[in-house]
């Protein structure tokens, strides 16, 4: 798939439609965020003022590293992420662990009220017999 780099806005070819950023902007990208984590690992608490003074890091991109689990908030920090399915305070990601194993639980198991079965039907117009299908 061939998409426009959403920084540069240059084509790139993105075959598994995972990339928002061609392949120069996502190393520059991952160059600032290095820069990032290791002030933050030196300055625990800044403020996202002070990142965005620092190295032009939008709020935006603060939020979009903490919802992709790219960095984690400290306890005392003063910025606040919700879980997106329940609203409780989190640290990194989309949303708490009490709901990623409520969501993993709904995945693997049928909705409420409905009762799946394996069945076999067998057309009535059909003869009994199986066959193997040629290749």
Do not use: H
Not at 56 to 76: A, N, Y
């Amino acid at each position: 798939m061939v998409k426009a780099c959403l920084n540069c806005k240059r084509l790139f070819d993105d075959y598994f439609d995972t990339n928002t950023l061609c392949e120069s902007c996502r190393k520059e990208e991952e160059s600032l965020l290095r820069k990032v984590k290791d002030y933050l690992w030196d300055n625990p608490g800044t403020t996202e003022k002070k990142l965005n003074e620092l190295f032009g890091v939008s709020k935006e991109q603060v939020k979009m590293w903490l919802r992709q689990g790219r960095l984690e908030l400290t306890p005392d920090s003063k910025i606040k992420l919700t879980c997106l399915r329940c609203g409780s305070m989190i640290k990194t990601g989309k949303y708490c662990k009490e709901c990623i194993v409520a969501l993993k639980e709904g995945f693997n198991s049928p909705p409420q009220g409905t009762l799946v079965q394996d069945t076999m039907v067998m057309d009535k117009n059909a003869s009994n017999k199986m066959r193997f299908i040629d290749k």
